[in-house]
């Protein structure tokens, strides 16, 4: 993939999970607008409701919605989660869902793979970082998180605590 007369990296695909907050967009707006800057990433995918959005190809294209800095900010300040959310959790051990992941990924050369969301999205990214590695997959697993509840010893804020 091309873009102008440089060569492109691997794509990029982000979700969100768990419940919405009031910033968990604005994490979005930010990796959308990260991703569109970086020469090593090719197309900017989204993923709608989660994983489920991978496991039934409900997944669309980021870049184009967005041609001005007006659009981060609309999005930054928009409530809810903008590509929909789940609270699908995969199984403790691979699975058909995990290949399915995959396949999914592989079938739209993504390289980097970004889940914003709460606990359970953390465990998830793990595990699929784990799986993608012991399959030989070179796909960069990125947890977000959605919200931090200001409990953590030396933390002195976190988003969306105020």
């Given at each position: 993939?091309?873009k102008g ?8 695909i ?25 020469s ?16 039934k190809?409900?997944?669309i ?9 007006a ?18 959790k ?50 960069k ?7 931090i ?9 976190t988003?969306?605590?105020?």
């Amino acid at each position: 993939m091309k873009k102008g007369n440089m060569q492109m990296g691997k794509n990029f695909i982000i979700a969100q999970s768990g419940g919405p907050t009031s910033v968990i967009n604005a994490s979005l707006a930010g990796a959308i607008k990260r991703a569109m800057e970086s020469s090593e990433i090719g197309t900017i995918y989204g993923s709608l409701h989660g994983l489920e959005g991978i496991l039934k190809s409900r997944i669309i294209k980021l870049a184009g919605a967005f041609s001005s800095d007006a659009d981060f900010e609309c999005l930054k300040r928009t409530p809810s989660t903008a590509l929909g959310t789940c609270r699908f959790k995969l199984s403790k051990e691979p699975d058909e869902n995990y290949e399915a992941i995959a396949q999914k990924l592989r079938d739209l050369d993504i390289g980097y793979f970004l889940y914003i969301g709460g606990n359970d999205s953390m465990d998830t990214v793990d595990k699929l970082s784990k799986y993608f590695e012991d399959s030989g997959m070179d796909i960069k697993c990125v947890g977000i998180p959605k919200t931090i509840d200001n409990d953590l010893v030396e933390t002195d804020h976190t988003p969306g605590f105020g």
